[in-house]
């Protein structure tokens, strides 16, 4: 009865809320294609006390702003002591900036 996320075929999006930690951009390197470098953007966003985290970027968020999207739960971490969540195709994003203006993505 009860399935892992993995073994799910449908994982319904789940709607986040919160404000934004942290936009950092990693440089990698790839050794299956030719040792080609490239660049990771990962978002962290708190949402009530959680840290939800998105190996992208979403809309034009930085650093403060406020932001609502849908996504799919990848996995349930840790990093470092602190629990996170790992979410995926990140959809219908409304960042509303610190300043008041709100992007739509």
């Known amino acids: 009865l009860f399935r892992?996320?993995?073994q799910s075929r449908?994982?319904?999006?789940?709607?986040?809320k919160g404000k934004v930690i942290s936009v950092n951009e990693y440089q990698t390197t790839s050794r299956f294609h030719y040792y080609d470098t490239g660049v990771r953007i990962r978002t962290t966003v708190d949402v009530g006390g959680s840290i939800v985290v998105y190996w992208n970027s979403?809309?034009?968020?930085?650093?403060?702003?406020?932001?609502e999207f849908v996504?799919?739960?990848?996995?349930?971490?840790?990093?470092?002591g602190k629990k996170q969540t790992v979410v995926s195709r990140a959809?219908?994003?409304?960042?509303?900036k610190t300043n008041k203006e709100e992007v739509v993505a």
């Open 4 to 6: 892992s996320v993995s």
């Open 10 to 16: 449908y994982v319904p999006a789940s709607v986040f």
């Open 58 to 67: 979403l809309a034009d968020a930085v650093k403060g702003d406020s932001i």
């Open 71 to 80: 996504a799919t739960v990848k996995d349930h971490t840790e990093y470092n």
């Open 91 to 96: 959809a219908k994003v409304v960042v509303t």
